[in-house]
């Protein structure tokens, strides 16, 4: 069982540079989350989705985007990285949001230098 | 907006006793309480879920009770082992939103 899937596992980024976070699930969730943990600190979500075609923001959306084209899959994009974007990015999915367990991915550890 | 807390920050404890992490929220209106754990460098594995219409969950020596009147959660672990060291997060499902909203977690160190 893949479960979610992200990549990649580490990514060093220059100020300004933009990339895209892959996150994948095989297991026909609607929900789909994106996340971030600073050091010491619990998870900040930053962007949700309901379904194919419906996104939504988080606690802390600046600076980044998402789309959901695919139930499986759901891209986080980081335009004009800044070093306060340093940061582990986890993907999770639920069948039924809230109401469901959650299962997360290994997690992307970016650095912006 | 749901706000979650958790309380203490960090704790270490000797090998062999029980201890209760607490979590806190501010919204009543979630779906269920779910409780993670964190090991260094790794993702979120997934420990208890409680219903809101559940009172606890029981998983071996975890035990995560709720109660949504007075916006609190604890997990309570059992002759704790040195295998238990890890961060443990709560997080609270919205019952409208389909939010899942994190704590900022325990760190927990069992001493052998």
């Known amino acids: 069982n893949a479960g979610v899937t992200q990549t990649p596992k580490f990514r060093i980024l220059k100020i300004g540079q933009s990339m895209t976070l892959q996150c994948t699930q095989d297991?026909?969730?609607?929900?789909m989350y994106w996340y971030r943990q600073d050091p010491g600190m619990g998870l900040k979500l930053i962007y949700y989705?309901?379904?194919?075609?419906?996104?939504d923001k988080g606690e802390v959306p600046n600076g980044y985007n998402v789309s959901r084209s695919t139930t499986e899959d759901f891209p986080l994009r980081l335009e004009l990285a800044a070093p306060s974007q340093t940061s582990v990015y986890f993907c999770?999915?639920?069948?039924?949001?809230?109401?469901?367990?959650?299962?997360f991915g290994q997690g992307t550890r970016l650095t912006v230098v | 907006k749901q706000e979650v807390t958790q309380i203490p920050a960090a704790l270490s404890v000797p090998e062999g006793e029980n201890l209760v992490l607490n979590c806190s929220f501010t919204?009543?209106?979630?779906?269920?309480l779910q409780w993670f754990r964190q090991d260094p460098g790794k993702g979120l594995t997934s420990l208890l879920l409680?219903?809101?219409?559940?009172r606890e969950q029981t998983s071996g020596r975890l035990n995560a009770s709720l109660d949504k009147s007075s916006g609190r959660s604890t997990l309570y672990i059992a002759a704790s082992q040195p295998g238990d060291s890890a961060t443990y997060l709560c997080?609270?499902?919205?019952?409208?939103?389909?939010?899942?909203?994190f704590g900022q977690g325990t760190t927990l160190q069992v001493k052998p």
């Open positions: 297991m026909n969730h609607n929900y």
């Open positions: 989705s309901v379904g194919a075609g419906i996104t």
């Open positions: 409680i219903q809101s219409s559940q």
């Open positions: 919204d009543s209106a979630i779906y269920n």
């Open positions: 999770a999915s639920a069948y039924g949001g809230g109401r469901t367990e959650a299962f």
């Open positions: 997080a609270a499902g919205s019952s409208n939103t389909g939010k899942l909203i």
